[in-house]
T-cell receptor, first 115, second 115 residues
Framework: DTGVSQDPRHKITKRGQNVTFRCDPISEHNRLYWYRQTLGQGPEFLTYFQNEAQLEKSRLLSNRFSAERPKGSFSTLEIQRTEQGDSAMYLC?????????????FGPGTRLTVT | DQQVKQNSPSLSVQEGRISILNCDYTNSMFDYFLWYKKYPAEGPTFLISISSIKDKNEDGRFTVFLNKSAKHLSLHIVPSQPGDSAVYFCAASDKIKAAGNKLTFGGGTRVLVKP
């Protein structure tokens, strides 16, 4: 039984560089979510997919951020022209639509440091 | 505007005693409430949830109470164990179907259980 996995676990990048993170959800889950967590705060919703369709994006998701889930399985989150304010933990979660779909299961996160 | 608030940033309790964590919310559209536990360098782990139509849900050592009129919920852990030392997040999911059950989190409460 594999949970949600994320890669890489840590990323250090220089300001202005592009970064891409990957999330592999629990295999039978059709919903996938991205959240961002900064120090001392709870996770904040960024975007979510049902299968391959991106159905909602937060105002937090500036136009430098893009997320994809091309075949309804894994997802990628790309940040272009990174800024120091992008330094955070990026969390991916998955769930089943309907029923107990509100129960989301999180991966270990990718910690991004922008220098 | 913080829709979910955890007003106690930290809590210290003796092993074997009860831990009580509190959470307040403002959005009356929230229909499910969840508690997550988070260890350092890991993603949040789902603990227990409660529907807005109930006032109590119990799972082993964990009980969640919901007071809708006060827009308040609490998590009771009894007896507390040293392995319960972690950050606990309260989260809420709203009824808007298009939102795909996105979660709104509180800021967390750090619990320390002393042996």
């Amino acid at each position: 039984d594999t949970g949600v996995s994320q890669d890489p676990r840590h990323k250090i990048t220089k300001r202005g560089q592009n970064v891409t993170f990957r999330c592999d959800p629990i295999s039978e889950h059709n919903r996938l979510y991205w959240y961002r967590q900064t120090l001392g705060q709870g996770p904040e919703f960024l975007t979510y997919f049902q299968n391959e369709a991106q159905l909602e994006k937060s105002r937090l998701l500036s136009n430098r951020f893009s997320a994809e889930r091309p075949k309804g399985s894994f997802s990628t989150l790309e940040i272009q022209r990174t800024e120091q304010g992008d330094s955070a933990m990026y969390l991916c979660a998955s769930s089943l639509a309907g029923g107990r779909g509100y129960e989301q299961y999180f991966g270990p996160g990718t910690r991004l440091t922008v220098t | 505007d913080q829709q979910v608030k955890q007003n106690s940033p930290s809590l210290s309790v003796q092993e074997g005693r009860i831990s009580i964590l509190n959470c307040d919310y403002t959005n009356s559209m929230f229909d499910y409430f969840l508690w997550y536990k988070k260890y350092p360098a890991e993603g949040p782990t789902f603990l227990i949830s409660i529907s807005s139509i109930k006032d109590k849900n119990e799972d082993g050592r964990f009980t969640v109470f919901l007071n809708k009129s006060a827009k308040h919920l609490s998590l009771h852990i009894v007896p507390s164990q040293p392995g319960d030392s972690a950050v606990y997040f309260c989260a809420a999911s709203d009824k808007i179907k298009a939102a795909g059950n996105k979660l709104t989190f509180g800021g967390g409460t750090r619990v320390l259980v002393k042996p």
